[in-house]
């Protein structure tokens, strides 16, 4: 264990005014960038750290967590629903390992979360010290930008840098290393400083190349039906004005991938919903393989998305890809004219470009594929068999909900339904799910960071029983925060989503895949969460208004028909 060691720089009366120590310098840094929240848990390593948070006053809030997994998603929640970067910090060795996949995901779903773990000392190196590990070499593949310090006077120029990473170009997650001897080490007052609009995103907008702006302006003139596939991207860059102006204007449905949702209200006319595999129906698919022009926005076009690259079919119907991310136009379709820049620019560009041009279209097509998907949902929705039916689920918590409420989907099936058949009324993140790794247990922790970050409105996480067991933990968190959020669980005593794909692609050979019962509510009570047991479909209405109005965490534990027995709205299990 590290010994406290006396910082080499001197506190209190006779304190040198031009020096912070390096844990102090790292307060200010992340506070001159507009942190107001920092998601953790302690250690050995961490104790500089700790005792500058305690000691100076900066107005920062610490949300202690039960393990660094969650403090991660917790800030990638707070990041998701208020736009601003999420932190989380943890200690060295497990704290690194345990932090890991909240920032994978984080990157991947191109979100700002920045990550702090402390280090062993630069001296300890190289002998066998307890939790030394390579954090360089770990974080590297699954950041954006990572760095380990190994000189306190660095600190002010890392944080700078990894704030401006963050929140520049495609956003991303960040990860930063601090031994405990930097933590102690001097730091001069003058480098502490900050541009503090690096701290939301996108910091620094990007306008499209205005040659591509106009090859794009005829493409779209010259198609008969065109269509928006929409991705997390206009929600992150705040298109949703722009895109619903020129999808107006162009008479064009919009479709989103899960992450896109939020990007137009989906009761309106021109709203498809979401397509792909994983909550797309063949209704949504059949708008996607109707278009000759496609516009992919923010959007990777990813396996899910695409069905496997096949709605759209390659090679027919046109395709503009606008991205921030050169990477991204190309990667998997051949694109007629890639727009690199920010959507919300790229948009407002095209918008431009076609001023005067209008085309008014019927979408009574759009409106009857609705129709169609609708009906036999609904029929589903409205049984009354026990176990009760994930539409059922669907239907009742989606009434409760009023129009700002935030849902948070764990994978299982959770994100197929409520992606497919949840229907987000407004724009922005009202809707989010963990799409890059689909890592479950991910729910609750995010929906605790999107309670902090928007405490206003009501936030709910629904998961799958698999899920529950990997993030039971964070209740505690939950209540000792007092936090007003409402749990479902989705309970069938397997993993649903696996067997379901050992049904439909392995000829019905069931293998390790189904686990005991757990009565969730009993133990989430024990946590001190007010909790439910639901067995009959009738009593869900009365149970989740109850638990939705209650003013601390609630748990609603629905025995649920499994999915592989229930009708999925899910094209086929693809990898
Ligand atoms: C950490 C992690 N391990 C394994 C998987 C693979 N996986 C995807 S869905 C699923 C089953 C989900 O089970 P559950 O949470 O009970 O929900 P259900 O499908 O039964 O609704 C599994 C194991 C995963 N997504 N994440």
């Known amino acids: 264990m590290n010994k406290p060691v006396e910082p080499q720089v001197s506190r209190g009366a006779q304190a040198s005014l031009a020096a912070l120590t390096g844990a102090e310098a790292v307060v200010e840094m992340l506070k001159a960038h507009g942190v107001e929240v920092i998601f953790g848990l302690c ?15 900066h107005g920062m809030k610490h949300i202690l967590t039960r393990d660094e997994r969650h403090a991660a998603y917790m800030a990638d929640g707070y990041a998701r629903v208020t736009g601003k970067v999420g932190v989380c910090e943890g200690p060295s060795g497990g704290g ?81 290393a601090l031994p405990f001897d930097v933590q102690n ?29 106009e090859l794009a302006m005829k493409l779209i003139r010259n198609s008969k039906k065109t269509i928006f596939i929409c991705g997390g991207g206009v929600v992150l860059s705040g298109a949703e004005s722009e895109l ?22 989906e009761r309106c006319a021109l709203s498809v919903g979401v397509v792909g595999s994983n909550g797309g129906t063949p209704e949504t698919r059949a ?31 046109k395709i503009i890809h606008i991205d921030v991310d050169p990477a991204v136009p190309g990667a998997n379709y051949q694109v007629d004219v890639p727009l690199v820049g920010d959507a919300r620019l790229c948009l407002a ?3 431009d470009a076609l001023e005067g041009f209008e085309r008014s279209s019927d979408l009574t097509w759009i409106e009857n594929a609705k129709r169609e998907k ?13 176990p009760i039916k994930p539409e059922r689920v669907v239907a009742e918590l989606s009434k409760v909900l009023d129009k700002d409420a935030i849902l948070v989907a764990d994978p299982g099936t959770p994100c197929p339904y409520f992606s497919a058949y949840h229907v987000v009324r407004g724009t922005g993140r009202k809707y989010f799910s963990n799409r890059a790794h689909g890592a479950l247990g991910y729910s609750l922790a995010a929906a605790i960071g999107a309670h902090i970050g928007r405490p206003s409105v009501k936030t709910v996480a629904v998961m799958g029983d698999g899920s529950f067991g990997m993030c039971a933990g964070e209740l505690e968190t939950a209540v000792r925060l007092k936090l007003p959020i409402t749990f479902v669980v989705i309970s069938n005593a397997v993993y649903g989503w696996i067997k379901a794909g050992q049904k439909t692609g392995y000829g019905q050979r069931y293998f390790s895949v189904d686990f005991g019962v757990t009565d969730h509510a009993r133990v989430a009570e024990a946590f001190g969460v007010r909790s439910w047991r639901v067995t009959d479909p009738q009593e869900l209405n009365s149970v989740f208004k109850k638990a939705i109005s209650h003013d601390g965490p609630t748990l609603v534990d629905v025995v649920t028909q499994p999915l592989h027995e229930a009708h999925a709205p899910v094209s086929e299990w693809v990898a």
């Open 185 to 213: 080490g001097p730091v001069d007052r003058g480098d502490v400083w900050a541009d503090p609009t690096l701290g939301a995103f996108p910091s620094r907008r990007v306008a499209p190349d205005a040659f591509f702006v």
């Open 244 to 265: 619903a102006e020129l999808a107006e204007k162009l008479g064009s449905p919009v479709a989103t991938t899960i992450s896109g949702k939020g990007s137009i209200d």
């Open 374 to 386: 609708f009906e036999k949902f609904e029929k589903l929705a409205a049984s009354g068999d026990a």
């Open 287 to 317: 708008v996607v393989d109707s278009a000759d022009l496609v516009i992919f926005v923010g959007c990777r076009a990813g396996s899910v998305t695409t069905e496997r690259w096949r709605h759209p079919a390659p090679g027919r119907a």
């Open 43 to 57: 250690g050995d390593t961490s104790l500089p750290l700790y005792d500058a948070l305690a000691r100076l006053p």
């Open 96 to 176: 690194a390992t345990y932090i890991l996949p909240g920032l994978v995901e984080a990157n991947e779903s191109s979100i700002p979360v920045l990550a702090i773990n402390t280090d062993v000392s630069v001296s300890s190196r190289g002998k066998f010290t307890l939790t030394e590990l390579d954090q360089r070499a770990l974080m590297k593949p699954l950041t954006k930008w990572n760095a380990v310090l190994d000189r306190s006077a660095d600190i002010p120029r890392v944080f700078r840098k990894a704030f401006e990473e963050m929140t520049t170009g495609r956003p991303g997650s960040a990860h930063i």
């Open 349 to 351: 560009a095209l918008k």
